[in-house]
């Protein structure tokens, strides 16, 4: 049980579109989800938190225009990246958390590559 | 989250015993340490997690010092695919966001 998928694994665009990543609870209700971006040799960096039905919260130094996330049910959660730059290939993953669950599951992770 | 402060690399032979420590010095009586893994260019991975007890599954133990302060993850018969950035954290509160550290990067050789 608590399995998330997130799709794609990979993608690659050109600069100045935009990607959109999804992740899904596919056996339970995430009421929150969580969005992390991990550059090369780095650790984990959380960029924002989503909760169901209302507005993400982000961390410091996060763009929310940039970075828009989508909570709109209890199974999926979406983080678009507008208007894609290089310097934002990353590796973007998300972790989601159900009422009943005490722990925290993450999807596989997104290789996003802009060229 | 409680900060928590780890090594940043060991290695470990293969079929032996990996003690990974952590030390959480300000953790408050209410926080939980968890430990998660993370194989190159995969999502981190659920180990385990405690809060006062002595924790063991089918993956490891948890051993947490009684003053709660520090913590071992213990890999009974290491395996090279444990090879992996370990992570231990202790979120304010159970259920809130998770702040990943640095991690022990373990290296498993054969």
């Known amino acids: 049980g608590a399995v998330v998928s997130q799709h794609p694994s990979r993608v690659i665009c050109k600069s100045g579109t935009s990607v959109k990543i999804e992740c899904r609870s596919l056996d339970f209700q995430a009421t929150t989800m969580f969005w992390y971006r991990q550059f090369p040799k780095q650790s984990l960096m959380l960029m924002a938190t989503?909760?169901?039905?209302?507005?993400?919260?982000?961390e410091q130094g996060v763009e929310k225009d940039k970075f828009l996330i989508n909570h709109a049910s209890l199974t999926l959660s979406t983080l678009t990246v507008t208007s894609a730059h290089p310097e934002d290939s990353s590796f973007y993953i998300c972790?989601?958390?159900?009422?009943?669950?005490?722990?925290?599951?993450f999807g596989s992770g997104t290789r996003l590559t802009v060229v | 989250d409680a900060k928590t402060t780890q090594p940043p690399s060991m290695d470990c032979a293969e079929g032996r015993a990996a003690n990974l420590p952590c030390n959480h010095s300000t953790i408050s009586g209410n926080e939980y340490v968890y430990w998660y893994r993370q194989i190159h260019s995969q999502g981190p991975q659920y180990i385990i997690h405690g809060l006062k007890n002595n924790e063991t599954n089918e993956m490891a133990s948890l051993i947490i010092t009684e003053d709660r302060k520090s913590s071992t993850l213990i890999l009974p018969h290491a395996t090279l695919r444990d090879t992996a950035v370990y992570y231990c954290?202790?979120?304010?509160?159970?259920?809130?966001?998770?702040?990943f550290g640095g991690g022990t990067r373990v290296l498993v050789k054969p």
């Open positions: 989503s909760n169901e039905g209302s507005k993400a919260t982000y």
């Open positions: 972790s989601a958390r159900g009422r009943e669950l005490y722990g925290y599951t």
């Open positions: 954290i202790a979120p304010k509160a159970a259920g809130n966001k998770l702040t």
